[in-house]
């Protein structure tokens, strides 16, 4: 193809030339897409290095390229890096890119927050990698189990970047899940469906529900081990029997979800794909949605599955072994419908194609395994051991990492406007695919042979020495797949074949805009009729049959910002949830019953518990609304200087601080948190009051208000819990 | 899989077995079907028009039906499987195993050792696992499986060794800097041998105060860290050395226990352990040699 004449157009979004500041100030879906695919393509490099030199330290026994140390950094960060940095990022790009233009939508639903979370990504993802200048990077293990992660045992800073690292990097998470999740409930153009959404925007959709529900139990436990370094509380350092389980159990509550979290989008990106280059629709469009949101749910009950060794009862063992082999199930019934979706179809074996044939592969393997360590006898043998490092690799590697290479070879030209190569894409292909096998198989053998993971070095035993450097071998094979990647991506941007609105004759709507897409994505409103509605336009005759655009009733109701914030009170509520989990384990009530003063703090709450009427008063009054909420402030800020007296009143008389016992740690954290979330509430009544003097509020500001006033019930609703937990118990104690 | 040596051992094996073989069928099954469907399906530039079912509801069903039956079977067995390897067993020998960072302490009630397991062969031990610090991860493929020691927990952990021999094992559970040199020694030998060696851990340190090597220890911090019973060392930090001599590595398995690494381990110990815990020590030769010779002669 000879180059094209006319100017080509700025990648990303289809504009003569996107300048440098929009880059940094663009609100477009498609440019927050494009920096979170590009910040996870740097990270999943960073990440590759560190695994790199973890390979060729591990290439043969007693080797000492890197010290304990070193090594330590290196494959916590390795871990942290590949699953924060780079998977989970890298699925928020392609939604962020994607989900919009293919539910037929202008942008999403909240394009700064969006912004937001993309920036703070990006900022986290720097702030964790610059302990490696400042001395020390975390080096605990992604899981960073208690109470290695306590003082005691680790004084350098690295935990602590650790910890807020991943405060940080749960709030980008939550604020981006709020905003694709409102996309897909409310964007979706007319005509489409829940029924006939694309399955990716599905599978988004169950990811950010997944994000929801997960993450805040990671900020959560992040939190209180930040509490416990910085202000010495007690949450984790073992002054009382389970407190290291308290961590596994927060840690993996969110840990295993997490991995459907890096895995669902990539079905979804395989959900596509397959039809488009078999030519033949998706199969069983109905079973793959319900084993999606199957899975997800599943995903919740499965945490303690990495515990089998940690000290169980028998019935926990016996209840997270059977949710866990439940899970296999929904997963297996995604495998089946992608083999029935190719059986009778003509192939066109793309790199597309290559790559997702390469996952369904691979995902097998990882998923079989999977099943072996829910078994728990099995996992006595297998946990902690190069095993699990193979099977979860075969997951990680051979699943989400060779879907995304799929999905990249699939949407790069829609993004860029230009093909990726197709001999170097093939390149990659076999490279990665035989890299990756010499690098994780033998990993199955020589754990069960005794190889513990996360080990600097190794005894010479056996043939451990030979495997090990096979997988050398093999992760240096993946590099060097990855360098062609590099050079197919760098090579196809200066001089790649145009691409065109649709190279792959395919069947969802981000094919039917040019590539890459103008501001605004669509220049008339989509027409669409069922799940394919680009075969309905290419083929009129051979239509689809058409789906019923069916009742959504309360959703549609419910403006966009008010339903963002029902999903961000329910993460709220496990992020409280896991704060509370770990009060109780510590068992306060006999401290808690002599220092405090419940009845005053009763009086106090009756203060907060009034401010819901005067809130629901000025929801719906029209004519007096500013003197609702300028009372609705006030009780507000009476309970707040209530829960402030009382601090001090505690902390000058000396009579409990965070750091003098667990029920202090427990009380000021708890308490400190729902005061904070007042204390928010109370800038956001305050910000709402503001804008009630503008004439535009009615139009502009009842979303707004309508959003707070549900938030603000919310933190009423803690305080009921907490108060009834910290307070009201010790009366019955 | 390692050796199986324990009936508790075997009973895993056989429930991983019956696992194993249903998983490679249906890996076998899986790869299969793709790879019949690459090379059936793929286009060969005749325009075979593709088919254009969309689902078929009975298939769909079997095959939702089919894993979780499978599953079911899987599921009954590793319950009697479990119960098979948790039962306690009434007579047992009872070992308390302490993780240390990076070392293990056994105890046999008032015989302390560390980093040599033994047993005695084809009588039940019961081993309570926990840790003095963070969480450890007791492992010797050839024996059982896993249990973490975790602090202020304790979790037991039936053996039944049925053949003698010696087996490796090691910490499994990522414990900071030189969990890699974490390693366990398990010794399985006849009761009577096991008898003669758990009377000779018993005594006192071989010991005369006279001895220049006994003085060099006695008269520095050593003893801050160690014990050697019989003595005014006792410290509990570092292993119990009262029969170091008898155990055949040191540091947790990085070096043979002769005399050249006992002055290595002595002069410099994070030289041949990277961040283990023993600061160096600069004595002169003298002090060094009878000091290592000493060391060597507690049996």
């Known amino acids: ?733 | 899989m390692p050796q199986v040596t324990t009936p508790q051992l075997q009973s895993i094996l056989d429930i991983s077995t019956f696992v194993f073989a249903v998983a490679i069928l249906i890996f076998v099954g899986v790869e299969a079907a793709l790879l019949y469907a690459i090379f059936r399906f793929r286009e060969r530039g005749d325009d075979r028009p593709a088919a254009r079912f969309v689902s078929n509801q009975r298939l769909e069903i079997a095959w939702t039906i089919a894993p979780l039956a499978v599953l079911v079977v899987v599921f009954a067995l590793m319950l009697g499987a479990m119960q098979r390897i948790s039962a306690a067993p009434a007579d047992a020998l009872v070992v308390r195993v302490i993780g240390h960072q990076w070392w293990w302490e056994f105890r046999y009630g008032d015989v302390v050792t560390a980093n040599e397991l033994h047993l005695p062969v084809g009588k039940p031990a019961l081993l309570e696992i926990t840790s003095a610090d963070v969480i450890h991860s007791f492992w010797v493929p050839s024996l059982a499986g896993k249990r973490d020691g975790v602090p202020t927990q304790i979790q037991r952990l039936a053996i039944t060794p049925m053949q003698e021999g010696t087996f490796g094992g090691a910490c499994a559970e990522f414990c900071g800097q030189e969990h890699a040199w974490m390693l366990i020694t398990v010794v399985v030998e006849s009761a009577d041998q096991f008898q003669t060696w758990l009377d000779g851990q018993r005594g006192p340190a071989t010991t005369s105060t006279s001895d220049p090597g006994a003085q060099v220890f006695l008269s520095s911090t050593c003893i801050n860290c160690h014990t050697l019973r019989g003595t005014s060392a006792s410290g509990t930090a570092g292993p119990d050395l009262t029969h170091f001599a008898s155990r055949a590595t040191l540091g947790a398995g990085v070096a043979p226990n002769d005399d050249a690494h006992r002055a290595m381990w002595i002069r410099d110990a994070g030289a041949l352990k990277p961040g283990a815990l023993m600061p160096p020590f600069a004595f002169s030769e003298t002090q060094l040699a009878d000091l290592v010779r000493y060391l060597g002669s507690l049996k």
């Open chain 1, 1 to 733: 193809m000879t180059a094209t004449t006319t100017p080509v157009p700025s990648i990303v979004v289809g504009e003569e030339r996107l300048s440098l500041l929009s880059w940094f100030a663009g609100v477009d879906h498609k440019i927050v897409g494009a920096l979170y695919l590009v910040g996870g393509l740097t990270f999943f490099v960073l990440g590759g290095l560190e695994a790199l030199l973890i390979r060729l330290q591990l290439a043969q026994p007693g080797a000492r390229l890197l010290t304990p140390e070193q090594y330590d950094q290196l494959f916590t960060m390795h871990g942290t890096t590949m699953i924060f940095l780079a998977a989970v990022p890298l699925l928020f790009g392609f939604g962020n890119y994607l989900v919009p233009l293919m539910l037929g939508a202008p942008e999403v639903a909240f394009p700064r927050l969006n912004a937001l979370s993309v920036w703070l990504y990006l900022f986290a993802g720097i702030l964790l990698n610059f302990s490696f200048l400042s001395a020390q990077a975390p080096d605990v293990g992604w899981f960073a189990y208690a109470p290695l992660t306590e003082r005691p045992f680790s004084s350098g800073p690295g935990v602590d970047y650790w910890a807020a690292g991943m405060i940080l990097l749960g709030a980008s998470s939550i604020a981006g899940a709020l905003n694709l999740a409102t996309t897909f409930l409310r964007l979706r153009c007319r005509g489409m469906s829940l029924t006939s959404a694309p399955m990716f925007t599905w599978m988004v959709f169950v990811q950010m529900v997944l994000i929801l529900g997960a993450l805040p139990a990671l900020s959560g436990a992040a939190l209180l081990l930040l509490m416990d370094r910085q202000l010495g509380a007690h949450f984790f350092d073992g002054q009382y029997a389970g407190a290291a389980l308290i961590w596994q159990h927060l840690f993996w509550f969110f840990g295993h979800p997490e991995v459907y979290i890096v895995i669902l989008p990539v079905f979804g990106m395989i959900s596509e794909i397959i039809p488009v280059f078999s030519r033949k629709p998706l199969f069983g469009f109905g079973f793959l949605v319900a084993s999606g949101i199957a899975i997800a749910f599943l995903s919740f009950l499965v945490w303690a599955h990495h515990m089998f060794a940690a000290g169980l009862s028998g019935a926990e063992l016996t209840f997270f072994s059977a949710a866990s082999m439940a899970i296999a199930v929904p997963t297996g019934v995604k495998i089946f419908n992608w083999l029935a979706t190719l059986w009778g179809g003509t192939l066109r074996l793309r790199t597309p194609l290559l790559f997702a044939l390469g996952f369904i592969g691979m995902f097998v393997i990882g998923g079989l395994t999977g099943v072996s360590v829910a078994v728990v006898p099995f996992d006595w043998q297998a946990t902690d051991s190069y095993y699990v490092v193979g099977h979860m690799h075969y997951v990680l590697f051979g699943g989400t990492i060779l879907g995304v290479f799929a999905g990249l070879y699939y949407w790069f030209p829609k993004v860029t406007g230009r093909l990726l190569g197709e001999g170097l894409g093939r390149v990659h292909f076999w490279t990665t695919l035989v890299g990756m096998n010499l690098a994780f198989l033998p990993m199955h053998w020589i754990g069960l042979e005794g190889m513990p993971r996360r080990v600097w070095t190794y005894p010479n035993v056996a043939d451990w020495g030979l495997w090990n450097l096979v997988e050398t071998i093999g992760a240096s094979l993946i590099v060097i797949g990855t360098l062609v990647l590099g050079v197919n991506i760098a090579r196809s941007l200066r001089r790649g074949a145009v691409a065109g609105p649709d190279p792959w004759d395919a069947w969802t709507l981000e094919w039917s805009v040019p590539s890459p897409p103008p501001p605004g994505n669509f220049a008339a409103a989509p027409a669409v009729r069922s799940r394919r509605p680009l075969w309905d336009l290419k083929h009129p005759d051979r239509a689809d049959p058409p789906r019923a655009t069916g009742d959504e009733g309360w959703l549609a109701r419910l403006r966009p910002s008010t339903l963002a914030m029902f999903l961000f009170i329910g993460s709220e509520a496990i992020f409280f949830g896991s704060v509370i989990v770990a009060y109780i384990a510590a068992r306060p009530v006999i401290e808690a019953k002599a220092i405090l003063d419940v009845p005053r703090t009763f009086l106090f709450s009756l203060f907060l518990f009034s401010s819901s009427a005067t809130m629901v008063l000025a929801d719906r009054a029209v004519a007096r609304r500013r003197l609702w909420l300028l009372a609705t402030l006030a009780l507000g800020a009476i309970f707040l200087a209530g829960q402030g007296s009382e601090w001090l009143r505690l902390l000058q008389a000396d009579r409990l601080t965070p750091s003098a016992s667990l029920f202090g740690s427990g009380f000021f954290t708890l308490t400190g948190l729902h005061g904070m979330h007042v204390l928010v509430g109370l800038v956001a009544i305050g910000a709402v009051t503001l804008l009630t003097r503008r004439p535009d509020f009615a139009r502009r500001g009842r979303g707004g208000l309508e959003a707070v006033s549900v938030y603000w019930h919310f933190v009423d609703a803690v305080w009921v819990v907490i108060f009834s937990l910290v307070y009201l118990w010790t009366l019955f104690a």
